[in-house]
């Protein structure tokens, strides 16, 4: 399915972080993202399949971070 101009717009504050985290992910395993549609299909899919799970866990890293840090400014 093809996102419509108005969905391509619209992104999540953390969309442009995701993607250089999954761009950084696939230059560490010696691919870049614009080499997926060359490989083969399954080859593909298992790299960017473990690149958006490397760059969810560090999101939700950074995230858990910063609420712990919010946590602690108020406590003091």
Do not use: N
């Not at 298992?46 to 939700?60: D, F």
Request: charge should be positive; glycine fraction near 2%; proline fraction near 3%.
């Amino acid at each position: 399915m093809f996102a419509t101009r108005a969905q391509q717009t619209v992104k999540a504050p953390q969309s442009s972080l995701e993607r250089q985290l999954i761009i950084d992910y696939l230059a560490e395993k010696g691919y870049r993202l614009e080499d997926m549609h060359t490989l083969p299909i399954d080859l593909s899919k298992e790299l960017m399949t473990a690149a958006c799970t490397y760059a969810s866990l560090k999101l939700a890293e950074i995230q858990a971070r910063s609420q712990f840090r919010r946590k602690i400014q108020f406590e003091e």
